[in-house]
């Protein structure tokens, strides 16, 4: 069977462009709602259109040597065919419920790029097109590009949509992909679960009572947290970009390490309780919410699903009377709660923010999140001197950059190896943070991180520590 076909050239600037028609054929169809992961991102996602496009996920490959584009297309098809979420669209039904439909058979067109030996511009051109990239609903949420170069392909682009798969997802999905473009299957797990089933699961019995156990713990919290964290806004900016900053610390990883072996926590978990503590004092808020990224794979199924499963769980700790490393553990209790109950309806929490505005006369403005983007990346946790703590500061590196057609009151990525390296990426909307204060908050949770392998660190100490 002819799996793949070439079509005719179409115009795409100074470039021709092919397209490779690639047919699948898998296991099966089916229908059913969005899973609540899928729907929370439908949702944020709804609210951005049409500039989405920076939900994307993308990734670059090299195509080994000797691969041809026959080997490219075949890859794709099975791909596409393994995992469900790459042959599912989105539709909005006549009663305005969110379905998913899972087609068995169908066609993805790849964009094959001729670039003669000028292949790294191209790829360059060609991805930065493919960022800017808005999917719609009722198309394949993945977008393939083949850059030629001396008419054998030199590169592959994927560009996927955060509704078929998040960070883990994708991931998984590329190391997929990568395999089968080197010529093997070998690691594909059986018995996948895919989206569909997903969905499933949580309408039985046992997944509604976890959604109304989310529901009672995030109704509990709420009551208890200030309404917003931010109280006092800098002067509006007219500017469509949030300051950020990323620093890229050797010693806040091995000190958040060494805290973590102390105090019998994971070294995010401390880096968590330095983020709460900075906050507090930049805010003057005795009591930290926030949202922290959960990703919500707690079963072997679930690790192996390519699909969306990130949600919000809410962490609230209270830092009055507490010394850092007290903190530290009130942070990890919070942080275990917050994931244990991140998985839910997203319309359920939604409508029980409205009901506790409503009985405490607030509005809520849940913008800040956290997310621990160390995936599950593992390292044996050690006790580090203060000798070598110190000496890995001389390479820490800071660096300034900015958010586009992003504002989230306040955004902090915890990147790298847990105990062995740590970058901390932080953006924060205009009206709260400036640039200058991102680069200081940054630095402070590195100076607290430090200071903590050697003192129990008294909050209210912070900020002649930090230079707030």
Not at 13 to 42: C, D, K, P, Y
Not at 108 to 137: C, I, M
Not at 165 to 180: N, Q, V
Not at 443 to 463: C, M, S, W
Request: net charge negative; glycine share 8%.
């Amino acid at each position: 069977m002819e799996w793949f076909r070439y079509c005719g050239d179409r115009s795409n600037g100074h470039r021709a462009v092919n397209e490779i028609v690639v047919e699948f054929h898998g296991a099966r169809s089916g229908s059913g709602e969005l899973t609540w992961a899928q729907r929370e991102m439908w949702h944020l996602i709804n609210q951005s259109r049409p500039h989405h496009h920076y939900f994307n996920f993308g990734r670059l490959f090299r195509v080994p040597k000797g691969r041809t584009v026959d080997d490219v297309a075949s890859a794709v098809r099975q791909l596409v065919e393994i995992y469900e979420t790459f042959r599912t669209t989105i539709r909005v039904e006549p009663d305005g419920t969110l379905g998913q439909h899972v087609a068995e058979s169908g066609e993805y067109r790849l964009a094959k790029y001729e670039a003669g030996e000028a292949d790294g511009e191209l790829t360059e051109q060609v991805t930065y097109e493919y960022k800017g990239y808005s999917f719609d609903d009722d198309e394949w949420p993945l977008k393939v590009a083949v850059i030629m170069r001396d008419s054998k392909p030199s590169y592959v682009l994927f560009m996927i949509s955060h509704l078929a798969a998040d960070r883990l997802g994708s991931e998984l999905a590329c190391d997929t992909f990568a395999r089968l473009l080197a010529g093997g299957v070998d690691g594909v797990p059986d018995g996948i679960t895919h989206p569909l089933d997903q969905a499933a699961a949580e309408a039985t019995p046992a997944g509604l009572r976890a959604a109304r156990r989310a529901a009672g713990f995030w109704r509990r919290t709420l009551k208890t947290i200030p309404p917003t964290l931010f109280t006092e806004r800098l002067e509006e900016t007219p500017v469509s970009w949030s300051p950020a900053g990323e620093l890229d610390s050797p010693a806040a990883a091995l000190a958040a390490g060494s805290l973590g072996v102390e105090l019998g926590v994971s070294s995010t978990g401390v880096v968590l309780a330095a983020v709460a503590a900075l906050l507090g004092v930049r805010t003057g808020q005795d009591m930290i919410a926030l949202r922290l990224f959960a990703a919500n794979r707690t079963s072997p199924g679930l690790r192996e699903m390519v699909g969306t499963r990130v949600q919000t769980g809410l962490f609230a700790v209270d830092l009055t009377d507490s010394s850092f490393y007290e903190l530290i553990r009130r942070s990890w209790a919070a942080s275990l709660l917050a994931y244990r109950y991140s998985s839910y309806p997203p319309e359920l929490i939604r409508e029980i923010v409205d009901e506790v505005s409503a009985e405490r006369g607030v509005r809520f403005d849940l913008g800040c999140h956290v997310q621990d983007a160390t995936g599950y990346k593992q390292a044996v946790l050690r006790h580090h001197s203060p000798e070598e703590v110190a000496a890995a500061a001389a390479h820490t590196h800071f660096r300034r950059s900015v958010l586009w057609d992003r504002r989230q009151l306040f955004r902090l990525d915890i990147e790298g190896t847990p105990g062995v390296s740590l970058k901390l990426r932080l953006g924060a909307d205009p009206t709260v943070m400036t640039a200058s204060d991102i680069e200081t908050f940054l630095r402070g949770a590195e100076k607290l991180l430090v200071q903590a392998i050697t003192a129990n660190v008294a909050l209210k100490g912070i900020p002649g520590l930090v230079g707030w």
